[in-house]
């Protein structure tokens, strides 16, 4: 260890983390490290190699501001953001800045800065800490009865692993959410049989995606070019929010009638279409997109299991369904999602006076902003509760999270502060406005579970209106919503 304390410590190096590199840069701040647990730095695009893997919110959105790239396709493949990803990590010199393979396990103020101790003992200090540790950064799988006893290949899509050869196989993949819906068409003409495990089916809506003549991608990549198409597809995803929150009679007719017209036109079959129609209303949980996973459910190689027919246990061969009985599988994949809600901050923090942040969040996790927490000083957390959206892009609120952080690091760099924190009426004025919003909300009334929501039912994860109000909110730094020690 060495004794130096740092200005900033960032934890994670997804697009949070990049992000708020790039924002320390911009102010002149030099003095920080990345710490990253995996091999490779990156976070979501790197980690995230599962075939057909590609963003669901138009390219030119879903990319750091003032950095336009010549996306091939509208929607872009895994390959090109991880390309894209790695170029932003090049373009501002990060490599040099970033410590891969340091896993974070704890997070403690002692009185002026932090100590954050390392899964190998070794500590870092820093005054202020911003983790960027991803909101859909661990996986899940749920608990299956003798899973253990499986001897064939298995895996959770997140890690993927490519040596396994899917090529004339018996594959089962568990799940049918965003994931799953990417890697069902992407796999099923390669494999023998493919068993898709449905729980729920979810609500898809057609994927107008287009390639991207090559003699346009650099014109298109032109910032003003590329800032009017931010712009436009901007305003028209934030037309989303009105239904999700203000009228359900629009998120029928802009999302329910599509996604039902759409099933029909590409399922012909009534008692299928019946097994693929959600039950709960559009929005409720992230709608889908995609032209390719109902075709490629009905190839004669493809079996869906739905909930009538649930996994009953793995066994040693394969698995034994309710009413298939057992079938026996060379390959099962995981498409089982991430734990959004418990591992938001995937390491123990323990702020003034050695409280826990878990103590804190015992109820449910909050944050002024979705960012700062009471006794928790000069500690930010990109993705913080109620920061998920289901109409845009997470980094705009990534960026505009940081807007607000800078804010508060001005504080403590420029104007000399030891520490700033907000104050606990600040926080929970927030926290309440954002759960009387949420209420109005199709993820509060939709008749659903999701992963948006805690144990207990409660939305930690979205962000209960437009982005706009949000960026709004973190630009309007208030310093009597703040203790400022001096
Ligand atoms: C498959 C997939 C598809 C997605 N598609 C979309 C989409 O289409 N549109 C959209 O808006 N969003 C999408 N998302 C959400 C995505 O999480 C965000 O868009 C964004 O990438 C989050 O960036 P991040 O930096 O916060 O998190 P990540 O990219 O997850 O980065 C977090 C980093 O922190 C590291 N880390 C975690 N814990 C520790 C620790 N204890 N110590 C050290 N390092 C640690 C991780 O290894 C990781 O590299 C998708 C997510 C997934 C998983």
Redesign the pocket.
Known sequence: MDNKIHAVVI???????LSAAISLRKKGINDFLM????SFA????L??TYPG?A???YSPL?SLSGHPYPWSHLFAKQNEIAAYTLDIIKQHSLNELIQLN????EAKWENDFWRITLSNNEQVLSKIVIN??????TPVVPEFANIDKFKGAHFHC?DWQHNVDLGNKTVAIIGSG??AVQIIPAIVKKVKELHVVQRTPHWILPRPDLSIPIFLRNFFALAPIYNLIRWLAYWLLELRVIAFKYSETLLNLVGKRPALRHLKRQVKSHKLREKLTPEFIIGCKRILISNTYYPALQRVNCTLHDSHDHIVEFTAKGIRFEKSGEINLDVVIFATG?NAVDAMI??SVIGKNGRKLSCQWQEYPRAYLGTSMPNFPNYFV??GPNTG?GH????FV?ESQLTYIMHCIHEIIGNKALAIEPSEIAESEYTTMIHREMSKTVWSYGQCTSWYQNAQGKVIAMFPGFTFTFLRMCKAFKPHHHIIKR
Do not use: H, M
Request: proline share 2%; glycine share 16%; charged share 15%.
């Open positions: 934890i994670g190096t997804g697009f949070g983390g710490l990253e647990r995996r990156g976070g979501t695009w980690q995230n893997a963003v669901d919110v879903y340091k896993t974070v396990k960027a540790t991803g909101p859909l950064s997140n965003a994931s991430y995937s390491y990109v993705t959206i845009t892009s997470a980094i990534i």
